[in-house]
């Protein structure tokens, strides 16, 4: 069974890597789709809206990114949205499995293509290892990771955490994806933990799909290392800005208020 809210038509590649399954679908109303181990990564038509939302909010709060990393993102999708910002002087992107790239590069040019560039170092490597040993540090992190299963699941422990919060500079800025977290009760609160154990701020948006009688949404967690005033013209993407959470201080109490209203 297919995790997705696309209408399938056929499928037009399928691949076993070391790491996952791949598949590419033909679908009837969002293009081309990706799938990983059966759940859909991103469409065609609406892809722009998870990846510009993620690459939007940290650009937007940091005055001048000059470094970035992106963790997965095989794709390409963020690398090209990283680009945009004449600030951006390199990107170090580490993703664990190369058929992805090469998939994407074949059936989602328009993503894969910015690959190319020079200002983009590819890392085929396990990202916790990667995190553990680089000497690099990194203005804007980016963790577009697929959902903690499999060989994703070490990129939402506490240890990969604090090894980000080592690689980060002093007014950098990591987002995390953090879908599954998000609905997946058994998995969120050990997640959240180990979040608000290992930064000093932590802060949520969201971007929408709307898919005819449907909306999906995707859910990203913000950290830094010290508080931070977001910018007006990114609330939008801000939905817990709730009075109520505002004032809890307790990372607990954060906790149970995000279990109550998940």
């Known amino acids: 069974m297919k995790i997705t809210s696309a209408k399938l038509k ?7 890597s070391e ?8 679908t009837e109303n969002v293009g081309k789709s990706l799938f990983l181990d059966d759940i859909e990564q991103f469409s065609e038509a609406d892809e722009i809206e998870y990846h510009r939302t993620m690459t939007e909010a940290p650009f937007s709060i940091h005055s001048k990114p000059n470094k970035i990393l992106i963790i997965g993102g095989g794709d390409g999708a963020i690398a090209r949205e990283c680009l945009r910002y004449k600030s951006v002087e390199s990107i170090d992107l580490c993703e664990i499995d ?12 328009q993503m894969a293509n910015c690959l190319k560039k020079d200002k983009i170092n590819i890392i085929y490597q396990d990202a916790q290892y990667f995190i553990k040993t680089t000497k690099n540090k990194y203005d804007i992190i980016l963790v577009d990771s697929t959902d903690p299963i499999n060989q ?5 422990k506490e240890t990969f955490y604090k ?4 690689v980060l500079n002093p007014d950098g800025l990591v987002v995390f994806q953090m879908q599954t ?3 997946n009760a058994k998995i969120r609160l050990e997640v959240l933990e180990s979040l608000y154990d290992s930064f000093k701020y932590i802060d949520f948006f969201n971007c929408a799909y709307h898919r ?3 909306v ?13 005033e977001i910018p007006s013209k990114i609330k939008r993407l801000f939905s817990l800005k709730d009075a109520e959470y505002k004032k809890i201080k307790d990372f607990r109490d954060k906790i149970k208020w995000l279990n109550k209203n998940a």
């Open 10 to 16: 056929s499928r037009i590649f399928h691949k076993q």
């Open 19 to 26: 790491f996952q399954k791949i598949e590419v679908y033909e």
């Open 98 to 109: 190369e058929e992805v790239v090469s998939t994407c590069r074949k059936y989602f040019p």
């Open 152 to 156: 994703a699941a070490p990129l939402f």
């Open 163 to 166: 090894n980000v919060e080592k």
């Open 181 to 183: 977290v998000a609905v």
């Open 212 to 214: 005819e009688e449907s």
């Open 216 to 228: 999906d949404l995707t859910l990203f967690c913000l950290c830094n290392k010290k508080e931070i």
